[in-house]
């Protein structure tokens, strides 16, 4: 079936290191990648999207890139803040005409220590 | 200011009381759906909704129940609550574009539920 697969968290960085979350998927067709950021008490907020492969989504000095290859959208910052600290979650949808429904991974939990 | 808003933000009720988690968005949104979070399960999706009076089951719909009379509310709906159903609960709306390729998906706050 379609799922997600993140790595375990949490992970614990110091502030201004450098920051991988891996994400893997299985997906029938063409699915669209996205990862969701969570902060403390906050609903989910979409980070960065990726629609087709070798695409790379970016925002927030955050970047993934859809490798289709390696059924692989891992999410890297060069430099986390303190105010990174979150839960990110990597998810896919289907594809056009199955465009609405998220398939979500567990989430890493990410904490960034001064 | 768009936005998914969801009520009540926390809830401690006990078994079998019925209630009723509301889900309203200002943003025209044909989609919505709910999803529950879990420790080590990510969110999974209860319910959704293509448009007013449409509704189907997402992965797991077992003890819950929705609506949609109008476009901008979508309420989840408990009328037996078990403690296996303590969790924390998102709502989510989008447009309903044909052929797009992916439809952004706007999230609520949460509804923190605990049953006992």
């Known amino acids: 079936g379609n799922s997600v697969t993140q790595m375990e968290g949490p992970v614990t960085l110091s502030e201004e290191a450098f920051l991988t979350i891996n994400c893997t998927y299985t997906a029938t067709g063409y699915p669209s990648l996205f990862w969701y950021v969570q902060y403390p008490g906050e609903g989910l907020q979409l980070l960065l999207k990726?629609?087709?492969?070798?695409d790379k989504g970016s925002n927030k000095g955050f970047e993934a890139t859809y490798r289709k290859e390696t059924t692989s959208f891992h999410l890297e910052k060069g430099s986390v803040q303190v105010s990174d600290s979150a839960v990110y979650f990597c998810?896919?949808?289907?594809?056009?005409?199955?465009?609405?429904?998220?398939?979500f991974g567990t989430g890493t939990r990410l904490q960034v220590f001064p | 200011e768009a936005q998914v808003t969801q009520n009540p933000r926390y809830l401690i009720t006990v078994t079998g009381k019925k209630l009723t988690v509301t889900c309203s968005q200002n943003?025209?949104?044909?989609?919505m759906s709910w999803y529950r979070q879990d420790p080590g399960l990510g969110l999974r999706q209860i319910y959704y909704s293509m448009n007013v009076e449409v509704t189907d089951k997402g992965d797991v719909p077992e003890g819950y129940k929705v609506s949609r009379k109008e476009k901008r509310n979508f309420p989840l709906i408990l009328e037996s609550p078990s403690p296996n159903q303590t969790s924390l609960y998102f709502c989510?709306?989008?447009?309903?574009?044909?052929?797009?390729?992916?439809?952004?998906?706007?999230f609520g706050p949460g509804t923190r539920l605990t049953v006992l």
């Open positions: 998810a896919l949808t289907l594809g056009p005409g199955n465009t609405d429904k998220l398939i």
């Open positions: 989510a709306s989008s447009f309903e574009r044909m052929g797009a390729v992916y439809n952004e998906q706007f």
């Open positions: 990726a629609t087709k492969a070798d």
């Open positions: 943003m025209n949104h044909e989609y």
